[in-house]
Nanobody, 117 residues
């Protein structure tokens, strides 16, 4: 059974930093895209950042320059460093992974990020 194990998140003041980590466990095939989406109350789920093997990345325009995604293929883990956080970054952040062979998509359970003074 495939599991996406998320860690990190929490409460931070505006301008602060947080990091998220996601480990993919149990998938028999290589992972393609790996990263995060987020969903704020009353909003649709939206892309935050994705990274592929080889290092190609895709960021939402709203986080570009503030967030940095990285990946460890040996551990099948991705990390999201979030700097200069803003109140509008408040959301539940969901880890996302795509099986490179089947294109099946997996989701984590979500972790809360709250930016507030």
């Amino acid at each position: 059974q495939v599991q996406l194990v998320e860690s990190g998140g929490g409460l931070v003041q505006p301008g602060g930093s947080l990091s998220l980590s996601c480990e993919v466990r149990g998938n028999p095939n290589p992972i393609g895209a790996l990263g995060w989406y987020r969903q704020a109350p009353g909003e649709y789920r939206e892309l935050v950042a994705l990274i592929w093997s080889g290092g190609r990345t895709n960021y939402a325009e709203s986080v570009r320059g503030r967030f940095t995604i990285s990946r460890d293929d040996a551990k099948i883990t991705a990390n999201l460093q979030m700097n200069n956080l803003k109140p509008e970054d408040t959301a539940v952040y969901y880890c996302h992974a795509a099986d490179r062979v089947t294109d099946y998509e997996f989701w984590g359970q979500g972790t809360q990020v709250t930016v507030s003074s």
